[in-house]
């Protein structure tokens, strides 16, 4: 069972569209990170969201963090060509095993069509 | 100096071949980290060095063996590896008071993609 369910897996929209990727889980986060990925490169941090309910704006993307902390969104408006890419949430879950590392989830692929 | 430097970018070998992935980062950071990621999947963790010594090994086949030369340097030397090993191979880094933090932060190279033949 993955720790970090993220939907959709893969997305294709115009540009100019707006979209939202989900990030989910059974439990609980102290913080979770956004990294994106573009062809060719490593990932990227874009956020951390750190607080229950906490909403923070990069651009045109908008990140939420749950209330209970289980879960985050990812909002892109007007999506551009150059927002492609896989887009990764990662997390170290609150009360985990000892030795528990960060944990990524299996990533959004987007594209944006011209 | 806020980068994770990867070499080469691009690597072919054969199956018998012997070769070696370097990373190099001046960020002060003492944890660095070696991923392996397949196309549109998200980067698996191979193995973490602590201040210079191997702290996690996900249980990788031997024919992958890390070294931690110095706090600034990371290599990954390859030997007998097996077609199904190509793929994207990051380094990352981060402080080392972390790596079992949800504050964990990481900052990755840009990889360097193996195919094996």
């Known amino acids: 069972t993955q720790l970090l369910e993220q939907s959709p897996q893969f997305l294709s929209i115009q540009e100019g569209e707006n979209l939202t990727v989900y990030c989910n889980s059974s439990?609980?986060?102290?913080?979770l990170q956004w990294y994106r990925q573009e062809p060719g490169e490593g990932p990227v941090l874009l956020v951390t969201v750190v607080t229950g309910g906490e909403v923070k704006k990069l651009k045109r993307l908008t990140f939420q963090f749950g209330d209970a902390r289980k879960d985050s969104s990812l909002h892109i408006t007007a999506a551009q060509p150059g927002d492609t890419g896989l887009y990764l949430c990662?997390?170290?879950?609150?009360?985990?095993?000892?030795?528990?590392?960060?944990?990524f989830g299996e990533g959004t692929q987007l594209t944006v069509n011209p | 100096d806020t980068e994770v430097t990867q070499t080469p970018k691009h690597l072919v070998m054969g199956m018998t071949n012997k070769k070696s992935l370097k990373c190099e980062q001046h960020m002060g950071h003492r944890a660095m980290y070696w991923y392996k990621q397949k196309a549109k999947k998200p980067p698996e963790l191979m193995f973490v060095y602590s201040y210079e010594k191997l702290s996690i090994n996900e249980s990788v086949p031997s024919r992958f063996s890390p070294e931690c030369p110095n706090s600034s340097l990371l290599n990954l030397h390859l030997h007998a590896l097996q077609p199904e090993d190509s793929a994207l191979y990051l380094c990352?880094?981060?402080?080392?008071?972390?790596?079992?933090?949800?504050?964990?932060?990481?900052?990755f190279g840009a990889g360097s993609r193996l195919t094996v033949l």
């Open positions: 990352a880094s981060s402080q080392a008071d972390r790596v079992f933090s949800g504050a964990n932060v990481l900052t």
């Open positions: 439990s609980v986060f102290s913080s």
């Open positions: 990662a997390g170290l879950p609150l009360r985990g095993p000892s030795g528990s590392r960060l944990t």
